[in-house]
């Protein structure tokens, strides 16, 4: 039974297919609020991760980074990374922070904005379990704006399972700034980091073979090429 946006029903709980939807939307629910809750995760690591970036007094820190959210500390550390290439040089351990960085926040910015989505939006279409989406049209202005996403409950606990390498790269990469003499250790270390487990439709991904197939970490060079 597929759900009708312009006729919501909910599902019949004394039927073995309204059973069946209940439990699968509590368990998708269930996986939902986890990573949500866990962006305050998140965000912690993002506020030691720009500190890192750049030392200045824990007052200063909290004045300048404590009330950023997650799409503004993305653009706050790609500015710091910026301005320490300008100031120390273009240098292998300069490049490979920024390389890391970008490969973690391109998986971050991907899942935020599902996370926005089904903030904004909810999850519609649990009568077809098989394909729960999260969409905007039922507040869309016109046709074109209309954006669908389909979401499992096991994409979204790879999404957590993402978050949670996220938080252990932005850990590492942020003690290069503040121990440049270890920076060869922890770009090794990175290479043990699993790959990606989610990979959006909005990033090219299909629920097929395709799906759980992460790009590959950048390389990490030897500390000869300085």
Same mark, same amino acid.
């Given at each position: 039974?597929?759900?009708?946006?312009?006729?919501?029903?909910?599902?019949?709980?004394?039927?073995?297919?309204?059973?069946?939807?209940?439990?699968?939307?509590?368990?998708?629910?269930?996986?939902?609020?986890?990573?949500?809750? $866990?962006?305050?995760?998140?965000?912690?690591?993002?506020?030691?991760?720009?500190?890192?970036?750049?030392? %200045?007094?824990?007052?200063?820190?909290?004045?300048? $980074?404590?009330?950023?959210?997650?799409?503004?500390?993305?653009?706050?550390?790609?500015?710091?990374?910026?301005?320490?290439?300008?100031?120390?040089?273009?240098?292998?351990?300069?490049?490979?922070?920024? !390389?890391?960085?970008? $490969?973690?926040?391109?998986?971050?910015?991907?899942?935020?904005?599902?996370?926005?989505?089904?903030?904004?939006?909810?999850?519609?279409?649990? !009568?077809?379990?098989?394909?729960?989406?999260?969409?905007?049209?039922? !507040?869309?202005?016109?046709?074109?704006?209309?954006?669908?996403?389909?979401?499992?409950?096991?994409? %979204?606990?790879?999404?957590?399972?993402?978050?949670?390498?996220?938080?252990?790269?932005?850990?590492?990469?942020?003690?290069?700034?503040? !121990?440049?003499?270890?920076?060869?250790?922890?770009?090794?270390?990175?290479?043990?980091?699993?790959?990606?487990? $989610?990979?959006?439709?909005?990033?090219?991904?299909?629920?097929?073979?395709?799906?759980?197939?992460?790009?590959?970490?950048?390389?990490?060079?030897?500390?000869?090429?300085?």
């Amino acid at each position: 039974m597929k759900f009708d946006p312009n006729n919501p029903q909910p599902p019949d709980p004394n039927t073995e297919e309204g059973k069946k939807i209940i439990e699968a939307t509590k368990g998708l629910y269930e996986s939902v609020g986890k990573l949500v809750v $866990y962006f305050s995760v998140i965000e912690t690591s993002l506020f030691t991760f720009l500190g890192s970036l750049w030392h %200045v007094p824990l007052p200063v820190a909290k004045a300048l $980074y404590s009330d950023l959210r997650v799409d503004a500390a993305i653009s706050t550390a790609r500015r710091l990374v910026a301005a320490r290439q300008q100031e120390f040089g273009e240098n292998w351990i300069e490049k490979e922070i920024e !390389r890391w960085m970008d $490969y973690t926040f391109t998986q971050l910015a991907t899942i935020n904005g599902i996370r926005n989505h089904i903030v904004h939006h909810g999850v519609m279409g649990m !009568r077809d379990i098989e394909n729960p989406v999260v969409t905007n049209r039922m !507040r869309a202005r016109a046709e074109f704006h209309v954006k669908e996403i389909s979401i499992s409950r096991q994409e %979204v606990d790879a999404m957590q399972e993402d978050l949670g390498g996220i938080v252990i790269i932005l850990a590492v990469i942020g003690t290069v700034p503040l !121990r440049p003499q270890m920076a060869i250790e922890a770009f090794e270390q990175l290479k043990k980091v699993p790959p990606w487990k $989610y990979k959006s439709p909005l990033q090219g991904g299909k629920k097929d073979k395709g799906q759980n197939k992460a790009p590959n970490p950048p390389p990490t060079p030897q500390a000869s090429t300085a």
